[in-house]
């Protein structure tokens, strides 16, 4: 399970380094990658189940971490947006303030 986190780590990275070459959308995906992989291992050091798409991941936040469900499809939402709008630095700040909470609840 410590590849999970060295891949959320290496996606807030390039999310880190995405947002510092003003590439939102780039950084925003990257941002939310690390959230999933985050969520992920959440989920599999507490309940022993590694999600295998965003549907089964999102059901199991849904039952066992609400809070972080809430917060995950938020930003899905916004992640999706990517696909076809351009998006600025407010979406990229909230993407990244959850990214770093996340892994900071985790590494408590």
Known sequence: MEELLK???EFLDSGEDNLT???FNAAISD???A???LCDYRIYI???ILPKNHNERFSLLMKYFPEVYTNASKLFKTYVKTYNLRLGLKDV???RKYAYELKNSINK
Do not use: D, L, T, Y
Request: glycine content about 0%; hydrophobic content about 50%.
């Open 7 to 9: 891949n959320a780590n």
């Open 21 to 23: 070459k003003k590439r």
């Open 31 to 33: 941002f939310f990658k």
């Open 35 to 37: 959230i999933v992989i």
């Open 46 to 48: 507490q309940i022993k």
């Open 93 to 95: 700040a909230e993407a």
